[in-house]
């Protein structure tokens, strides 16, 4: 059951992705989407330029969106700063 689960959540991060790769999808509609299919209350995307930099928020949706990855209670690197 579990493995199935992980498998749709990854099909669907995938779809995404290259909904905004193509740019078929705003960042602010692309966060919702996830929100959405995770039944999660917040999504954010934050970044930094480094690792000793600050985490800045690209975009959000939801009540009360976190400014750290540390204060999330879901974390999903998409890559080195983000």
Known sequence: HQAARLRAESEILSFLAGSVLRGETALDALLDRVRETFAMESVALLERSSDVEP????????????????????????????
């Open 55 to 82: 985490w800045t928020c690209a975009g959000s949706v939801g009540p009360a969106p976190v400014t750290r990855p540390d204060d999330a209670d879901v974390d999903m690197p998409v890559g080195d700063n983000m």
